[in-house]
């Protein structure tokens, strides 16, 4: 026996199933026929649970986005221990709240891990829904490209904009905790940098802040209104195949003259 039968720990002497083991006798030309659904490294896979989605998917921009994480949590933490720019809290705060909920949305919709959330996409979810709309709109509306599916994953695609911001926002931690001097006696601490350069790394926090936000909740929203359109496809659906029965019923008795002229 196989390694994955034994590992399924069937606690029974299967002599005593009989003939149900094979009733025909032609359990084995069935198996060549169908068998197997799966490839052998997808076997092998399964034998020595190498499951995890992790395993054969990546995330590719989850480099990026962990960078910015640290680059803001470096700067977060240098400005807590000296109270310097202390308006920047709320804004340190927000981006990295936000980048974290762009890396676990990327990780979902790059197949990395799935949703326990059927409002949040993942790349199954999103892909099957988007297929759904896919087969819709390039049949009547002449869209002859993947943007339907893509929809609900164009955060995955924006690895350019977001090492952007990353390079912008690592110079200015830099910046920022060169500019750090000793005021007094006892010392106190200070940036001479000038409101104005303050200003702009706020703006690029801010900027990065709301670039993933948007990304994010475009993606969501989109896979949300999939979701409507695949609801409401099934409902149309409904009227694309009547047996003798239902057709008698429609044509007589409970379809309306909008469904009698379509059908």
Same mark, same amino acid.
């Given at each position: 026996m196989g390694t994955l039968f034994n590992s399924?720990?069937?606690?029974? #002497?299967?002599? =005593?199933?009989? &003939?149900?083991?094979d009733p025909m006798g032609d359990l084995q030309i069935g198996i060549d026929e169908? /068998?197997?659904?799966?490839? *052998?490294?997808?076997?092998d896979a399964l034998a020595n649970n190498q499951t995890s989605t992790s395993l054969y998917f990546k995330n590719p921009v989850a480099n990026v986005v962990n960078s910015i994480i640290s680059t803001v949590s470096s700067a977060n933490t240098f400005l807590q221990v000296f109270g310097i720019l202390a308006n920047a +809290?709320?804004?340190?705060?927000?981006?990295?709240?936000?980048? +974290?909920?762009?890396? $676990?949305?990327?990780?979902? $919709?790059?197949?990395v891990s799935t949703s326990p959330n059927t409002a949040e996409p993942d790349f199954f979810t999103a892909k099957g829904y988007g297929e759904i709309a896919f087969s819709l709109v390039? =049949?009547? &509306?002449?869209?002859?490209n993947n943007s339907p599916i893509l929809g609900s994953m164009t955060s995955l695609f924006v690895e350019g904009d977001l090492i952007t911001y990353s390079n912008e926002l690592a110079a200015a931690s830099?910046?920022? *905790?060169?500019?750090? $001097?000793? $005021?007094?006696?006892?010392?106190? /601490?200070?940036? +001479?940098?000038?409101?104005?350069?303050?200003?702009?790394?706020? #703006?690029?926090? +801010?900027?990065?802040?709301?670039f993933m936000y948007d990304r994010y909740t475009n993606d969501k929203q989109y896979f949300g209104r999939l979701i409507n359109l695949s609801n409401n496809y099934n409902?149309?659906? *409904? /009227?694309?195949?009547?047996? #003798?029965? %239902?057709?008698?019923?429609?044509?007589? /008795?409970?379809?309306? %003259? *909008?469904?009698? =002229?379509?059908?």
């Open positions: 399924l720990q069937l606690n029974f #002497d299967t002599s =005593k199933f009989g &003939e149900a083991l169908k /068998y197997p659904l799966i490839q *052998k490294w997808q076997y +809290n709320v804004t340190i705060a927000g981006l990295m709240n936000t980048a +974290n909920t762009f890396l $676990v949305h990327t990780q979902r $919709v790059s197949g390039s =049949k009547f &509306e002449g869209i002859s830099i910046e920022l *905790k060169n500019s750090i $001097v000793a $005021v007094g006696f006892p010392s106190t /601490y200070a940036s +001479n940098l000038s409101p104005i350069r303050i200003t702009q790394i706020l #703006d690029t926090m +801010n900027a990065a802040n709301n409902e149309m659906i *409904k /009227y694309s195949s009547f047996g #003798d029965l %239902d057709a008698h019923l429609i044509s007589n /008795y409970i379809g309306t %003259d *909008k469904l009698l =002229k379509n059908l």
